[in-house]
């Protein structure tokens, strides 16, 4: 069985990171695992969309994750969850932060954030929402709160907590790990 993930948000908010962690945990696992990315102007406040799919039973050949295929959605900000609803399979499940991150052209004013942005998630598919950065401020630095998001779902997959602690260990740089840590509990014990 093939689990497909996509996390979804805007540039620095950690998504290649959260790809990074998800990847090492599937082959250290055995998984055949792909990781792909899809972005924007990233450096810029642009989206940003990763494809995770990893597998223990089939070789993976593809490395994008088709529309109402993936198990789980990340989103870093509401209004990526939005937009990434399409990925969403019907039993699958959105992890949000609800942070709202504004675009360019809401910025400029030509156009409107969604204040119904994460209502309309809700009504749309199984939703756990969080303040994942104020629960990463908690833990020591908001930059964690990926971090915490992965928290949530390590709960919801079949790798031993232990197997993400160690994967942030090895992907996080020394100085940052206790916080990124903290914040993964964090997450976890919400999940």
Known sequence: MT??????GVGGQGTL???RILGH?????????????VHGMSQRGGSVTTY???????????????????????????????RALPYLKKDGLMIVNTQQILPMPVITGAAEYPEDALARVRAAADTVALD??????QCGTFRAANVVLLGVLAKRMQFPAEQWR????????????QWNLDAFEEGYRRG
């Not at 689990?3 to 979804?8: E, G, K, L, S």
């Not at 945990?25 to 990315?37: F, L, P």
């Not at 994942?132 to 401020?137: F, L, P, S």
């Open 3 to 8: 689990t497909n993930i996509v996390i979804v």
């Open 17 to 19: 990171l959260a790809s």
């Open 25 to 37: 945990i599937a082959m250290e696992n055995g998984y055949d695992a792909r990781v792909s990315e």
């Open 52 to 82: 995770v799919r990893m597998s223990a039973a089939e070789r993976l050949y593809s490395t994008i994750v088709e529309q109402e295929q993936a198990d789980f959605v990340l989103a870093f900000e509401t209004l990526e969850a939005l």
């Open 132 to 137: 994942a950065v104020g629960i990463a401020e």
């Open 166 to 177: 160690e994967a942030i260990r090895a992907l996080v740089k020394p100085q940052f790990a």
